[in-house]
């Protein structure tokens, strides 16, 4: 190996190993995890994984009415096909409705279905145990206050940035 390639492979290794990245680096191991616990448990218990029950929570906030699917795609970051290939399957297991927008015949509006809201709630109780096992417990009273606040504020800045 070469001077040259040996000094860039120690600059790399330094950034590589920098406190910022591996900061970063536990919240995004937190996050994929605590989603994937989650994910498991919805799977397992309610039959759903953990992106149907974000759409479920998006349909389910306001009783009677109706998200058009550009916006779930939007809320969740998907794309036009990625949102009708899920609501596909969702239709398929029953747990939504499309029906058409009033005066847009180009759009259609997503709705849960009576068994989606049952197994919302289910889905609900389920989230909120693992929630409260692997996020809020671990960290005590004032730090979860902090730890929350602080997400607030960077999730505030992302959006305004």
Same mark, same amino acid.
């Given at each position: ?12 290794? /330094? ?10 680096? %536990?919240?995004?191991?937190?996050? !994929? &995890? #605590?989603?994937? *616990? ?6 397992r218990e309610c ?18 009415? /109706? ?8 809320d969740l970051t %998907?794309?036009?096909?990625?949102? !009708? &290939? #899920?609501?596909? *399957?969702?239709?398929e297991a029953g ?67």
């Amino acid at each position: 190996m070469n001077a040259a390639t040996r000094r860039g492979g120690e600059a790399a290794a /330094r950034a590589a190993n920098s406190r910022r990245v591996q900061e970063f680096g %536990l919240l995004i191991k937190a996050a !994929t &995890r #605590l989603e994937q *616990r989650i994910d498991t448990v919805l799977r397992r218990e309610c039959g759903i994984g953990h992106t149907m029950f974000e759409v479920l929570i998006r349909l389910c906030r306001q009783p009677d009415e /109706r998200v058009s699917q550009r916006e779930l795609a939007d809320d969740l970051t %998907l794309t036009s096909s990625g949102i !009708t &290939r #899920l609501i596909d *399957r969702m239709e398929e297991a029953g747990l939504v409705r499309r029906v058409p927008a009033p005066g847009d015949r180009r759009s259609v509006l997503v709705q849960p279905t009576e068994h989606g809201h049952a197994v919302f709630l289910r889905a609900a109780a389920a989230h909120a145990e693992v929630v409260e096992q692997y996020f809020v417990a671990p960290v005590a009273g004032e730090d979860y206050r902090r730890l929350t606040n602080a997400l607030e504020v960077i999730n505030k800045a992302l959006r305004e940035g």
